[in-house]
């Protein structure tokens, strides 16, 4: 949360434009994961702790390496471990850092009702302001990626930062900063999507990865998180990375024309028995035309 | 005195003006004023939570956190208010013949055309179909609310159940708000005598053979307690 260095240019459940926003042109800020380097060593995981203030918290052993089934509202990150059988039967580990993704086009701020809980940054950060939050849990329906999750003790909602305080102080995110192989990296959008790009070509052309590539889905217009990935015409071995992410239509419909079908309609309403009362006011009380009380 | 009336509701239906009767019990009344005000928090607070440009509704209930918390609290409180209202009302607001034969006539009711209306029961076929759609409604928000309210524990493999939750509650709040709008219309301005008789119980005779005339008829013939004999109790 360092509002105060980076400039806000989408808010949450806000009414009217956004202040400031687009203004100043800022570079897009982005982490790339090396899935193909990654040892699984889990450092990242205790540096985002550590940096972030939290313990550690209990695992839960279910035959993996990996520390828990998903992330928590305490642990935002989390190397998924998946054994994948591939095509000739040999076997193959994929090790992949899952953390929020920071979209384009957030699902998370789109679905949020609360004013400010949600902002994103000019450097394309989605940061969420807990102060602001109410705890409505629509962000979880909102995200394409699972990653919004809720602390029921505060009721705030919580995620990755992408260290926006270390970001905006002109550091590099924690988990940048312990990786042992150097299969993070962090720059702007255009050197990291060059970097993954040579690298992709490089497991190509040289591993025999032939379908190697980078997931940068553009159903969420692109992400602040890429991956590099052996198969990426296969994310969804990598601990269910979507295949095709996009905000679901239920939630652009909902955040989008229902909201202009449903006001009108109530105001549409509200005019109507006003309109009624002005031409045909109020019942009055009289007697039947006849005993037995009006037409057969 | 009129409260003297409704502790000990008279028999007396012989209908000259000024004489009132009983139409709604105490029960009936709390029972409705319970709903009414459970029902206002979920407006207030869910349109806080509908709209951006609505979201000061917030701050009128507490702010968000807090409208956010009671929000399904005061639902639940709503959804046994209807539940009452139904082990109450079931009988009394099925559909019958008399209901049809009115339908057929709304027009005139809208147009306030009161005279050319077939006669109704305690409830004429209005009251009973917003009284159907708030129960249905309720079941509907009820069931959709719990999966928006636990939607962590929707597993993300059965994720369409976080959208068909948030598709459904919308639906149901829209068409319940609806009827509420026509109800609380009719209930103050256009059928004058009706929100008195859902404070103190209590309807003149001549409001009770003009718009009820069957349930009217009815409890003066069987010369008991008139809201006693409406009610069942
Ligand atoms: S729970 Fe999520 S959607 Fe709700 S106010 Fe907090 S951040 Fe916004
Ligand atoms: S991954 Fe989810 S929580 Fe992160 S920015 Fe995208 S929609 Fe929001």
């Given amino acids: 949360m360092a509002q105060a260095t980076l400039q806000i240019v989408k808010i949450s459940g806000h009414a009217g434009p956004v202040a400031g926003a687009g203004v100043e042109r800022s570079e897009q800020l982005c982490k790339l994961i090396d ?48 054994e994948h059988e591939r095509e000739d039967g040999t076997l193959q580990l994929l090790m992949r850092k899952d953390q929020c993704m920071h979209c384009s086009d957030p699902g998370c701020l789109m679905a949020c009702p609360a004013d400010g809980a949600i902002v994103q940054y000019s450097n394309g950060i989605v940061d969420f302001q807990q102060q602001n939050c109410i705890g409505c849990g629509y962000c979880v329906s909102g995200c394409p990626f699972d990653i919004p999750k809720f ?14 305080d270390r970001v905006g102080q002109g550091l590099e995110p924690a988990c940048i900063k ?25 497991l190509r052309d040289h591993f025999g990865f032939e379908k190697a590539g980078v997931y940068d889905p553009a159903g969420v217009g692109g992400t602040g998180v890429i991956y590099v990935l052996h198969d990426v015409t296969n994310p969804e ?59 057969p | 005195m009129s409260s003297h009336v409704i502790s000990t509701p008279t028999t007396r239906t012989t209908g000259e003006p000024g004489e009132r009767i009983l139409r709604y019990t105490l029960g009936e009344r709390v029972n409705h004023w319970f709903a009414a005000f459970t029902y206002s928090y979920c407006l207030i607070t869910g349109l806080a939570f509908w709209s951006p440009y609505m979201y000061w509704l917030a701050a009128i209930v507490g702010g968000g956190p807090t409208a956010r918390f009671w929000h399904p609290w005061l639902g639940l409180a709503f959804t046994a208010s209807m539940f009452w209202m139904y082990q109450m009302w079931d009988r009394d607001m099925r559909i019958t013949e008399a209901d049809r034969r009115w339908a057929a006539a ?108 069957l349930w009217y008829e009815e409890v003066s013939k069987r010369q008991t307690p008139p809201g006693q004999a409406g009610t069942r109790r």
């Fill in chain 2, 106 to 213: 709304m027009k005139s009711y809208i147009e306030n055309d009161d005279q050319n209306l077939p006669p109704e029961g305690r409830f004429n076929y209005g009251q009973k179909l917003f009284f159907w759609l708030m129960f249905y409604g309720i079941i509907l928000l009820l069931i959709s609310g719990i999966g928006l309210w636990f939607v962590e524990g929707i597993p993300w493999s059965l994720r369409w159940l976080r959208y068909l939750s948030v598709t459904v509650h919308v639906v149901a709040a829209m068409a319940t708000i609806g009827g509420f709008i026509i109800h609380v219309y009719m209930g103050t301005a256009m059928v004058r005598g009706g929100f008195t008789s859902i404070i103190r119980g209590e309807v003149s005779t001549a409001w009770a053979k003009t718009h009820h005339r």
């Fill in chain 1, 35 to 82: 899935t193909t380097t990654c040892i699984g060593c889990k450092a990242c995981e205790v540096a985002c702790l550590e940096w972030n203030g939290y313990t550690f918290t209990e695992t839960s052993f279910d035959n993996s390496y990996q520390t828990m089934p998903s992330t928590a509202w305490n642990y935002w990150n989390l190397i998924k471990f998946n």
């Fill in chain 1, 151 to 164: 602390n029921s003790e505060t009721k705030k909602m919580f995620k990755c930062t992408l260290c926006s």
């Fill in chain 1, 237 to 295: 071995a990598y601990g269910g990375l979507p295949k095709d992410p996009h905000i679901p239509w239920v939630v652009r419909f909902w955040k989008g024309p229902a909201k202009w079908i449903g006001n009108l309609a109530m105001l549409f309403g509200v005019i109507g028995v006003t309109l009624h009362y002005f031409r045909y006011g109020p019942k009055e009380i009289h007697p039947p035309r006849n005993g037995n009380g009006g037409k």
């Fill in chain 1, 178 to 202: 312990s990786c042992p192989t150097g299969c993070l990296h962090f720059g702007t959008k255009e050197d990291m999507s060059f970097l993954a790009e040579s690298r992709a070509k490089q």
